[in-house]
């Protein structure tokens, strides 16, 4: 039988398939007799499971991030569709299709990184194109930056997701710096292309997404910086000439400026055309991504809005079927 996704799943359906677990819960009733509680997702979006009469042992039996078959119905409650389960257990990643469970496919990323090394070899300054190659030739790095998601609750949450909300970032200052020639299209793009690469060691991603210790001690911000720094020099190593130190400058104020306001964690507010270029850019894509993801994955099936969400003040209205 072929695979529902969870955008596919309505009310009363019977479902016998494996999901990605996260954000399990052991939690007694009213009675005191224990229940499950775990978000059940794939490439599509996520639902949420119940498991009543659960245990200890059934609780210990696997960890968040693990691949589970799940067995139950779906139903609805209060106006969101639920995934009651009677059965839940592990299984290998060897038995799975892994193309199920990322929102980004394997071929997705190759084309991604393909249009990302365009992007920087197009650079016209010298200095930045060498720059760049410093770090589309570091293996390592490249590898986590494919890989790693762009935030763990928010925007582009999903492995994959950093390197798409960059070549997206970039494929906007391509189509809007002509409209804005007062702004340096070079700088630019290869701010867009550091501002978040401190994320592939914030973030945690081999199973669950979290946050490292150095990223919660740090921040993407500082650790980008450092590597920013590694990285010219070694660009002046290979290429035997000295990057102006007011390149650097502009490119270090676009990473820690970028976050735009200080409430935002931001040290410091966008003070160069590029840095607010920057800013509202990135805002914008952040944006666009984390709105689209509320309105597909919105539990609320039967009306027009989605549920009231208290960090954004507000609904949203996905419009009315048919």
């Known amino acids: 039988m072929s695979r529902r996704y969870v955008n596919q799943l309505g009310q009363q359906d019977i479902i016998d398939q494996v999901f990605v677990v996260a954000e399990k819960q052991l939690r007694p ?49 209060q106006g969101t569709v639920q995934l009651i389960v009677t059965r839940l ?34 650079l016209t300054d010298p200095a930045l194109q060498t720059l760049a190659e410093c770090y589309l030739l570091d293996e390592a790095f490249m590898a986590k930056f494919t890989q790693a ?32 020639p007062q702004i340096d299209r070079n700088l630019l793009l290869m701010g867009t292309f550091l501002h978040d690469t401190g994320k592939v060691d914030e973030l945690c991603y081999e199973r669950e997404l979290s946050y490292s210790d150095e990223g919660q001690l740090i921040g993407h911000l500082v650790m980008a910086v ?42 410091k507010l966008p003070m160069t055309l590029e840095a607010v270029a920057l800013y509202c850019l990135d805002n914008l894509d952040a944006k666009v991504n984390a709105f689209q993801q509320l309105l597909r994955d919105d539990p609320n099936v039967d009306s027009p809005w989605t549920a009231f969400y208290p960090n954004l003040d507000r609904k949203l209205f996905k419009g009315k079927k048919g």
């Open 226 to 267: 450092g590597l920013l720094e590694s990285k010219v020099a070694e660009a002046e190593k290979l290429s035997g000439e000295t990057i102006p130190a007011e390149t650097v400058l502009r490119l270090k104020h676009m990473i820690v400026s970028h976050h735009g306001e200080y409430g935002y964690g931001s040290p």
């Open 29 to 77: 009733n009213r009675n005191g007799n224990l229940y499950l509680q775990v978000e059940l997702s794939d490439r599509t979006g996520r639902i949420a499971g119940r498991m009543w009469n659960a245990s200890e042992a059934i609780y210990k039996g696997f960890d968040n991030g693990d691949y589970v078959r799940v067995e139950g119905a779906t139903q609805l409650f």
């Open 149 to 180: 998601p762009a935030g763990v609750k928010n925007h582009h949450a999903y492995l994959g997701g950093l390197l798409e909300h960059v070549v997206n970032l970039m494929e906007v200052v391509l189509r809007i710096s002509p409209c804005y």
């Open 89 to 122: 257990t592990k299984v290998s990643r060897n038995e799975v299709d892994v193309d199920d469970f990322a929102p980004l496919r394997a071929v997705e990323v190759d084309k991604l990184v393909i249009r990302l090394g365009e992007i920087l070899r197009s």
